[in-house]
Structure formats: structure tokens, C-alpha cells
């Protein structure tokens, strides 16, 4: 793994006895001696701390918050200028086609834009940022800083014992909090559809922050695999599987994501890449949409099973994007896309697994309901 | 008992040979979610894959080790596919066969050579 960057929080991975595997260039935690399904399940009871500093940090300046919110705008269709000053919002570069380039999280700090994108497109979505914003705007990668996460039900008591302040943080609200001597910026989101935390602390202090979070007995180390598991029973896409620069967000189920104000008719319609492709599949109805699945046996359904509507015939009607085994469903789970004919919850159809045809059923996501702090 | 290069194990048992995997596979797999078993009484050949083993991280496969048929297969994993977690080498067994060629056993490891082999 010569080649391989490695993240502040390197050498606490080893010591903490972490399975290291490349992923997105960095050498990263799959699984502690814990062991996937435990730490997926500790995750849900208590708290998991997870790096992810491998995920780009990106600071966006202006001479004014107007003239930052208007010009991220122009590559993302979300409500920018709306957002009061320590919310976040998620959102997705979008292309010409409608298609999504990478999705993030987006939060205001001030009269600053701060954005945190996917490890795999970082460097994709830094060009397409300094190609496309103004000269007017500074973008600053913050390349000397650290990512952690702390989710799981335990997590909110763990980080306001360390900043009181933290307590009156909701989901999406961002601030800088002050945990044991490190100044960081929080925000209360995550991706494991738990309450907690992303703490971005600079590179030299992550390490320290890290011990001392994990010192917490209700804290444990967990690695990328139940990252995994645990963002899939939450219904939440993982770019490059779930969503990709083919797929629109209408038909990813990401309309949410799009506000009224950027859709057709609202006061800063379109003006994002590829809006009129995005406003005919909203006026139209996508063809497919991202659907939740059940395998009927106990075999998980991996991305790539292709679907059928029958247990025979040639007739694919979809294929799962993510699937594997869910251990708080304690069973397999999938997600995937499928014609709308076939979309709604309650249908059965046959996914072919090693050329045999199971039964999966069309469920509502998520598998596991979010315990957002609203 | 005997070991391959697959990482599966071997017991004479009388007539029968028992064949599981071992501690190392077992974690290397990680923790297993799913296992697919083949029907007794079928006739395999050395290599051929007979049993589906799924882990919260992937799939793999059991390949039969010797030509034989199988005679008994531990349907106890199906509904408790996590014991190949706790006892690889003991309770989680997968199935049983009796050899066709029983020479095919002799180019197998003793203890001491596939710990060598995985070290």
C-alpha cells in the first residue's frame, strides 16, 4: 500500500488493531478486532467514532454571503442563499445531463461556505469548483485538517460533556465547539442515521481527540465495512453505487434536496447544470426510481443482482445498487433501481443470484428509522 | 485432521471425511450471514464449488477437495450461520463425504505445514 495517503488518525488505527485496506487512495480502517457486525451494532446502542478524513474539506470565500450562497448555486440545486448562518444542508453537483457529480454536505459559517465532498470525487469537484466559481470567490482546501464522526444514541452526551454548548445543537446545526483543548468545527449529521456528530479538527490535534473520545467506555473504533451496513439501513446513497453521474436525483428519491426555490417557478428557478433535464423528469415522472429491498431468504443481494419481475423470463426490470446484510434488520437488505411499474412497496420481484432467481420485496426505506435530534 | 491450501480441514470419520474451514478463514471471512449447502447424495468432483458462504464483506465459495459424494451436510449453519464464527473447527462443519480416490487425501497438510502455510 506504498502509494496509498494516509490520514491523521493513522497511527491510532494501528494501535487500536484496525484491518487497513485502500479506499479512495487512502489507506483506511475496514473493521477493529471488534469485527464488523459488532461494531455496526455498537454504532446503534452506544457510540462509534469513525475517520473520515479521507472526505475533502473545502472552505468558500466572498465579499459577502450573497455572493457566496448565489455562486455555489450555480453548480448545486439547493436553496444556498436561504440557509441561516450554523445550518448545513446536503446537496449534489449536478451535470449537463442532469446527472449527479458527487453529493455533500454544505454549511454556512458566517459569510463562508463550508463543504465537505466524497474522498473518490475530491479532486474532481475542487477543478469543477475553480472552474466554475467566480474570481471574486476564494476556495480553500483544507488540507491540514481531520475528519471525525461520532454517532449512535450515545454520542450527544458524549460530546456535550465536553462543550455544554453542544447540547442545544439540532440536527444540522453547525458550530465551533471546544472538546478537551481542541477547537473544532462540529455539525450534528452523520451517515449512519443515528444522532451525533462530524468534527473537523486540524490534523495535528485529530489524533489526541480521537484517544480521547474513544477513552469514553460507551465509545468504540468503527471501520469502514459497518460504515457500510450502517448508512445502508439508514436508506442513504453511497456515490458511485447508489447514485453516479447517470442517475438523475429525481429518480435517486433525492427531490428533497432541490427546494422549492430552484424548482420551476420558484424565485431563483434552475440556473444549476443540467436543470432543464432535472425540471422534465420532475414535470414527467422518472422512468425508475431508488427503491428499498428485502431479499425473501437470508442470501444478501449484492450491487450488480440484477431484477426481475418474474422468476422466470428475460424481462430485468432493475439491479441492486447496494445490498448486503443489515445487522440490526438481521437480515439481508438492499437498495436499488427499478422501473416505476415496479416501485411500490409491497411488490415482489426476483433478484438472480449465482443464476438462481430469489424473491426480494419493494420496502419503504430506511430499514432502520432515523434518531435525528430534530 | 488435514488442511488445504483453501483453507478448508479434513477428518476421516470411518468411511466418511468431515470438511469445514478453518479458524484463519473463518477470520478472514468475518462475521458469516448466510451459508448455501448442497444436497446429500450429490456426486462432485475436487473443485467443484459446493458450498456458498456469505460474510457481512462478500461472498465466497467451498470447493469440494477430493471426488467423492457428499453424505450429510450440517443444515444446522443454515439457521445459525454465525457459528462458523465460533467454531470453525469443531460445531460449524459443513458436510460429510466419503472419497472416491482416497489417495486424493495424501497431498494434504498436517497441522504444522499449513500453520507454516499461513504465517
Same mark, same amino acid.
Given at each position: $500500500?506504498?502509494?496509498?495517503?494516509?490520514?491523521?488518525?493513522?497511527?491510532f488505527?494501528?494501535?487500536?488493531g484496525?484491518k487497513?485496506?485502500?479506499?479512495?487512495?487512502?489507506?483506511?480502517?475496514?473493521q477493529?478486532?471488534?469485527?464488523?457486525?459488532?461494531?455496526?451494532?455498537?454504532?446503534?446502542?452506544?457510540?462509534?467514532?469513525?475517520?473520515?478524513?479521507?472526505m475533502?474539506?473545502?472552505?468558500?470565500?466572498?465579499?459577502?454571503?450573497?455572493?457566496?450562497?448565489?455562486?455555489?448555486?450555480?453548480?448545486?440545486p439547493?436553496?444556498?442563499?436561504?440557509?441561516?448562518?450554523?445550518?448545513?444542508?446536503?446537496?449534489?453537483?449536478?451535470?449537463?445531463?442532469? @446527472?449527479?457529480?458527487?453529493?455533500?454536505?454544505?454549511?454556512?459559517?458566517?459569510?463562508?461556505?463550508f463543504v465537505?465532498?466524497?474522498?473518490?470525487?475530491?479532486?474532481?469537484?475542487?477543478?469543477? $469548483?475553480?472552474n466554475?466559481?467566480?474570481?471574486?470567490?476564494?476556495?480553500?482546501?483544507?488540507?491540514?485538517? @481531520?475528519?471525525?464522526?461520532?454517532?449512535?444514541?450515545?454520542?450527544?452526551?458524549?460530546?456535550?460533556?465536553?462543550?455544554p454548548k453542544?447540547?442545544? $445543537?439540532?440536527?444540522?446545526?453547525?458550530?465551533e465547539?471546544?472538546?478537551?483543548?481542541?477547537?473544532?468545527?462540529?455539525?450534528r449529521?452523520?451517515?449512519?442515521?443515528?444522532?451525533g456528530?462530524?468534527?473537523?479538527?486540524?490534523?495535528?490535534?485529530a489524533e489526541?481527540?480521537a484517544?480521547?473520545?474513544?477513552n469514553?467506555?460507551?465509545?468504540?473504533?468503527? @471501520?469502514l465495512g459497518?460504515r457500510?451496513?450502517?448508512?445502508?439501513?439508514?436508506?442513504?446513497?453511497?456515490y458511485?453505487n447508489d447514485?453516479?453521474?447517470?442517475t438523475?436525483?429525481?429518480?435517486?428519491?433525492?427531490?428533497?434536496a432541490i427546494?422549492?426555490?430552484?424548482?420551476?417557478?420558484?424565485?431563483?428557478?434552475g440556473?444549476?447544470?443540467g436543470?432543464?433535464a432535472?425540471?422534465a423528469?420532475?414535470?414527467?415522472?422518472?422512468?425508475q426510481k431508488?427503491?428499498?429491498?428485502?431479499p425473501? @431468504?437470508?442470501?444478501?443481494m449484492?450491487?450488480?443482482?440484477?431484477?426481475?419481475?418474474?422468476?422466470a423470463?428475460a424481462?430485468?426490470?432493475?439491479?441492486?445498487?447496494?445490498?448486503g446484510?443489515?445487522?440490526?434488520?438481521?437480515?439481508?437488505?438492499?437498495?436499488?433501481y427499478v422501473?416505476?411499474?415496479?416501485?411500490?412497496?409491497g411488490?415482489?420481484?426476483?433478484?438472480?443470484?449465482?443464476?438462481?432467481?430469489?424473491?426480494?420485496?419493494?420496502?419503504?426505506?430506511? *430499514?432502520?428509522?432515523?434518531? *435525528?435530534?430534530r | +485432521? &488435514?488442511?488445504?491450501?483453501?483453507?478448508?480441514?479434513?477428518?476421516?470419520?470411518?468411511?466418511?471425511?468431515?470438511?469445514?474451514?478453518?479458524i484463519?478463514?473463518?477470520e478472514?471471512?468475518g /462475521?458469516?450471514?448466510?451459508?448455501?449447502?448442497?444436497?446429500?447424495?450429490?456426486t462432485?468432483s &475436487?473443485? /467443484?464449488e459446493?458450498?456458498?458462504i456469505?460474510?457481512?464483506k462478500?461472498?465466497?465459495?467451498?470447493?469440494?477437495?477430493?471426488?467423492?459424494?457428499?453424505?450429510?451436510?450440517?443444515?444446522?449453519?443454515? /439457521?445459525?450461520?454465525?457459528?462458523v464464527?465460533?467454531?470453525?473447527?469443531?460445531?460449524?462443519?459443513?458436510? &460429510? +463425504?466419503?472419497?472416491s480416490?482416497?489417495s486424493?487425501?495424501?497431498?494434504f497438510?498436517d497441522?504444522?505445514?499449513?500453520q507454516?502455510?499461513?504465517?
Amino acid at each position: $500500500m506504498g502509494t496509498l495517503e494516509r490520514t491523521p488518525l493513522h497511527r491510532f488505527h494501528s494501535d487500536m488493531g484496525a484491518k487497513m485496506v485502500p479506499f479512495a487512495g487512502y489507506e483506511m480502517p475496514v473493521q477493529y478486532p471488534m469485527g464488523v457486525m459488532k461494531e455496526h451494532l455498537h454504532t446503534r446502542a452506544r457510540a462509534g467514532l469513525f475517520d473520515v478524513s479521507h472526505m475533502g474539506q473545502v472552505l468558500l470565500s466572498g465579499s459577502s454571503w450573497e455572493a457566496v450562497a448565489l455562486a455555489f448555486e450555480a453548480l448545486v440545486p439547493a436553496d444556498v442563499l436561504g440557509l441561516q448562518d450554523g445550518r448545513q444542508r446536503y446537496g449534489f453537483f449536478t451535470n449537463d445531463a442532469g @446527472g449527479i457529480e458527487d453529493d455533500l454536505m454544505f454549511a454556512r459559517r458566517g459569510d463562508s461556505l463550508f463543504v465537505v465532498i466524497n474522498a473518490a470525487c475530491k479532486e474532481a469537484d475542487i477543478a469543477l $469548483m475553480r472552474n466554475n466559481l467566480p474570481s471574486g470567490i476564494t476556495l480553500t482546501v483544507m488540507e491540514d485538517r @481531520g475528519l471525525l464522526a461520532l454517532q449512535g444514541p450515545v454520542a450527544g452526551h458524549v460530546i456535550a460533556t465536553l462543550d455544554p454548548k453542544a447540547e442545544a $445543537m439540532r440536527f444540522m446545526d453547525v458550530a465551533e465547539l471546544s472538546l478537551s483543548g481542541h477547537t473544532v468545527w462540529a455539525s450534528r449529521s452523520g451517515y449512519t442515521g443515528e444522532d451525533g456528530f462530524e468534527i473537523s479538527v486540524p490534523s495535528d490535534e485529530a489524533e489526541a481527540l480521537a484517544r480521547r473520545l474513544v477513552n469514553d467506555a460507551d465509545v468504540a473504533p468503527i @471501520g469502514l465495512g459497518a460504515r457500510d451496513s450502517l448508512r445502508l439501513e439508514a436508506g442513504l446513497c453511497l456515490y458511485g453505487n447508489d447514485i453516479d453521474a447517470t442517475t438523475d436525483p429525481i429518480s435517486a428519491g433525492l427531490g428533497w434536496a432541490i427546494q422549492k426555490t430552484r424548482r420551476a417557478g420558484g424565485a431563483r428557478a434552475g440556473g444549476f447544470p443540467g436543470a432543464e433535464a432535472i425540471f422534465a423528469v420532475l414535470d414527467q415522472g422518472p422512468a425508475q426510481k431508488r427503491v428499498g429491498l428485502r431479499p425473501v @431468504g437470508r442470501a444478501p443481494m449484492r450491487q450488480g443482482v440484477p431484477l426481475f419481475a418474474m422468476e422466470a423470463g428475460a424481462d430485468q426490470i432493475g439491479a441492486i445498487t447496494s445490498g448486503g446484510f443489515g445487522p440490526s434488520v438481521e437480515a439481508p437488505v438492499a437498495m436499488g433501481y427499478v422501473g416505476v411499474d415496479h416501485a411500490q412497496a409491497g411488490t415482489t420481484l426476483w433478484g438472480e443470484v449465482r443464476g438462481k432467481r430469489m424473491g426480494v420485496e419493494v420496502v419503504a426505506l430506511p *430499514f432502520v428509522p432515523a434518531q *435525528f435530534k430534530r | +485432521m &488435514k488442511f488445504t491450501e483453501e483453507h478448508e480441514w479434513l477428518r476421516q470419520e470411518g468411511d466418511e471425511i468431515i470438511v469445514g474451514i478453518t479458524i484463519h478463514a473463518a477470520e478472514q471471512l468475518g /462475521d458469516v450471514v448466510f451459508v448455501e449447502l448442497p444436497d446429500e447424495g450429490t456426486t462432485v468432483s &475436487k473443485d /467443484d464449488e459446493v458450498v456458498v458462504i456469505e460474510s457481512v464483506k462478500a461472498a465466497s465459495d467451498i470447493l469440494a477437495p477430493i471426488d467423492g459424494e457428499i453424505t450429510e451436510v450440517n443444515s444446522t449453519l443454515s /439457521d445459525n450461520p454465525g457459528a462458523v464464527n465460533e467454531d470453525p473447527q469443531g460445531e460449524a462443519w459443513f458436510f &460429510k +463425504m466419503t472419497a472416491s480416490d482416497p489417495s486424493q487425501m495424501d497431498e494434504f497438510m498436517d497441522e504444522a505445514a499449513y500453520q507454516a502455510f499461513i504465517a
